[in-house]
């Protein structure tokens, strides 16, 4: 059973298209994360939820918004997409924010032509 | 702000020979969690090892330990009887103990190469 899964694991589209990208997770966990991979495999966190509140927003440009249905899943959607988001979104999950571990998924290769 | 630094971009190591990666961090806190992650080309996050800064023994997994140095800042990861299995991009992570935002904060990686 996948702990972490995100949808699709690959998306490529066009300058100013909106799109979302889906992450569930089936560990009972209550804290969500997004993190973006860029180009040069930098990873840095822009989102963390708990119980479907949100608890950072790591400066990220409002194009970017995540929802949260429910403690299992957080939504990434990206409006009027650009070529710098481009990269690699990873959704995370722990029990708490001061849980100690986080678990990952696979990943998500956006590429914006 | 905290900071992770991993001072080495690439390293490579003989099949069954031991390596050592390298990461020093900057923090005021005293409570904390420190982390190495491995990113194979599948680019899956699989979670290596696991550091608290309040426990004085180095963290093990098989055939993966850690030098925790806590005093000088560094954490480094020693891989031995390296497999070609291991070869991925390594990074070095910090947490806070009792953040309530659970925020990861990454080093730049370390590419690995096993070499058969």
């Known amino acids: 059973d996948t702990a972490v899964s995100q949808t699709p694991k690959y998306l490529v589209t066009q300058m100013g298209n909106d799109k979302s990208i889906k992450c569930e997770q089936n560990l009972g966990h209550d804290t969500m994360y997004w993190y973006k991979q860029d180009s040069k495999k930098f990873l840095k966190i822009m989102f963390s939820y708990n119980n479907k509140e949100l608890i950072i927003n790591e400066t990220v440009p409002n194009r970017f918004s995540p929802k949260s249905p429910d403690k299992a899943h957080l939504n990434l959607h990206i409006n009027s997409l650009e070529l710098g988001d481009s990269a690699v979104y990873f959704c995370a999950s722990s029990q708490g924010a001061g849980g100690p571990t986080q678990y990952f998924g696979p990943g998500t290769r956006l590429t914006v032509l | 702000a905290q900071t992770v630094t991993q001072s080495q971009p690439e390293m490579s190591v003989q099949e069954a020979e031991t390596v050592t990666l390298s990461c020093t961090y900057d923090t005021s806190e005293s409570d904390y969690y420190l982390f190495w992650y491995k990113q194979p080309p599948s680019r899956q996050m699989i979670l290596v090892i696991r550091q608290e800064a309040y426990k004085q023994q180095n963290a093990t997994e098989n055939r993966f330990s850690v030098n925790f140095q806590k005093a000088a800042k560094s954490f480094s990861l020693k891989i031995s009887d390296s497999q070609l299995g291991d070869a991925a991009m390594y990074f070095c992570?910090?947490?806070?103990?009792?953040?309530?935002?659970?925020?990861?904060?990454f080093g730049q990686g370390t590419t690995l190469q096993v070499k058969p």
């Open positions: 992570a910090y947490k806070h103990g009792s953040s309530n935002t659970g925020k990861l904060i």
